[in-house]
């Protein structure tokens, strides 16, 4: 089999982008949020948040309520009593385990997920899910992971616990080394989604993959020196280096977000993993010329149109990539909650290089200079949307392309009719009031 030839092509040089460095108020969820679409992605899994009214309150309005299933998250709440004493919220803890476990026999594996309180009281969570784990083992495993708002943005819940639960896969010894993967896809995809691409790498000639987070926690996942992982979320720095620790390598790739994107990922791939070029080219071309054609409504509609990021999910920067070279949208600032070169460096290779970058946030100083710049939209937190939407300006929420299936040449369109229907909207009322 020869192997691709064609290299991942990038249209210019990496460029030394020098982001606008920023500290202040930030205006981010905390990685509690991760929750809502990790509960849904390991479906024997149980999330128990242990904090207070307020991370309760958090998780079951952004959720919403399930009322026909049993739902797979709730919180240990902390109360005035544990506060006075530590002894108290350890045995509380276990209490509530107990009880949960008692009565939902279907968990596998059990989160304890840090938050804010928890971590004021320095409640060692760590500690109580090795004690827990040993008691309720091995029908229950028991992990543990921090979802505290303090200095994180909301997809980091989704890297501390997929880092969590790296750290307790089993190491690749002689004995089960011919179990070892030859490639793992890392990163919370909707399922729709990871059933396209698990067909796609069918189609490639893949046999030895898995993507990660596993749907069932007990599928047997080995990662070893033979392994290479291709991030499929722009936000697992952790994840990634645990993964490494166990001899696991990085494809260096873009991320699969528009048709470009979701090419030169599996390219990346393809190349690493020995895929012919004729292969790559047949599996892969109808569905990028279906999908490039898909895109060409929304591209009238995007074309010419700028937009500003305030730094709130990760997925900042491919995003700005494919809206800019698939739709044709001017980039003003793009910013992001912090900048992973290494991840990044594919994505910066094809980003304008007129585009301001900003890392961290000063959410003031930030909206003065979108209010100058008065962009065409804006991508911003659900706390920024209402009073920019008051002021004129049209938004999009950046949490809602967290939660929507965009990755994948499918989705590629969809993803653009994200960033269109808002515009579409507007010109519509602006006839209306004409
Ligand atoms: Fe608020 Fe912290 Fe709880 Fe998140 S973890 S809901 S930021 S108190």
């Known amino acids: 089999m020869n192997s691709v030839s064609q290299e991942v092509v990038l249209d210019s040089q ?92 279907d968990i596998k594996l059990l989160f304890l997920v840090g938050s804010c309180p928890s971590e004021v009281i320095k409640l060692d969570l760590s500690r109580a899910a090795q004690r827990l784990g040993k008691t309720f083992a091995p029908k229950v495993r028991i992990l543990n992971y921090s979802g505290s708002g303090i200095e994180t943005t909301f997809t980091q819940g989704e890297d501390a616990c997929l880092a969590a639960l790296v750290q307790d896969l089993p190491k690749s010894t002689e004995s089960n080394q011919a179990d070892e993967l030859d490639l793992l896809v890392v990163g919370c995809l909707a399922d729709v989604v990871e059933d396209q691409f698990s067909r796609i790498f069918k189609d490639l000639g893949l046999k030895s993959f898995a993507f990660f987070p596993p749907r069932e926690s007990t599928q047997k996942i080995v990662v070893g020196p033979k392994t290479k992982y291709l991030l499929a979320q722009p936000f697992l720095t952790d994840t990634a280096r645990f993964l490494e620790n166990l001899g696991a390598q990085r494809i260096a790739a873009p991320f699969p977000l528009g048709v470009e994107g979701t090419e030169k990922w599996f390219l990346a791939a393809a190349k690493e993993l020995g895929v012919s070029a004729d292969t790559f080219e047949k599996v892969i071309a109808p569905q990028r010329e279906r999908a490039k054609k898909s895109l060409e409504p929304h591209r009238e509609i995007l074309k010419g149109k700028s937009i500003f990021f305030f730094p709130d999910s990760q997925l900042e920067i491919p995003l700005a990539r494919y809206l800019n070279r698939e739709l044709g949208m001017n980039l003003m600032e793009v910013g992001v909650p912090y900048l992973h070169r290494q991840h990044m460096a594919e994505e910066l290779a094809m980003l304008d290089p007129k585009t301001q970058l900003a890392e961290g946030q000063n959410v003031e100083n930030q909206l003065d200079r979108c209010r100058e710049q008065q962009p065409d939209m804006v991508v911003c937190g659900l706390g920024l949307a209402n009073p920019l939407e008051a002021e004129g300006f049209t938004t999009k929420w950046s949490i809602e392309l967290v939660f929507t299936p965009i990755q994948g040449f499918n989705q590629a369109a969809d993803l653009a009719e994200l960033f269109a229907r808002p515009l579409t909207r507007k010109n519509k009322l602006m006839m209306v009031e004409a």
Request: with cysteine.
């Open 14 to 105: 990496p460029i030394n982008f020098q982001p606008l460095k920023e500290r202040g108020q930030r205006e981010v969820f905390c990685g509690l949020t991760g929750i809502i679409w990790l509960h849904r992605k390991i479906q024997d899994a149980f999330f128990l948040v242990v904090g207070s009214r307020t991370c309760a309150h958090l998780i079951q309005s952004a959720a919403g309520v399930m009322i026909f299933a049993e739902p797979r998250f709730a919180t240990a709440i902390i109360d005035d009593r544990d506060l006075a004493g530590l002894a108290d919220a350890n045995d509380e803890l276990d209490k509530v385990v107990k009880q949960l476990l008692d009565r939902r026999p």
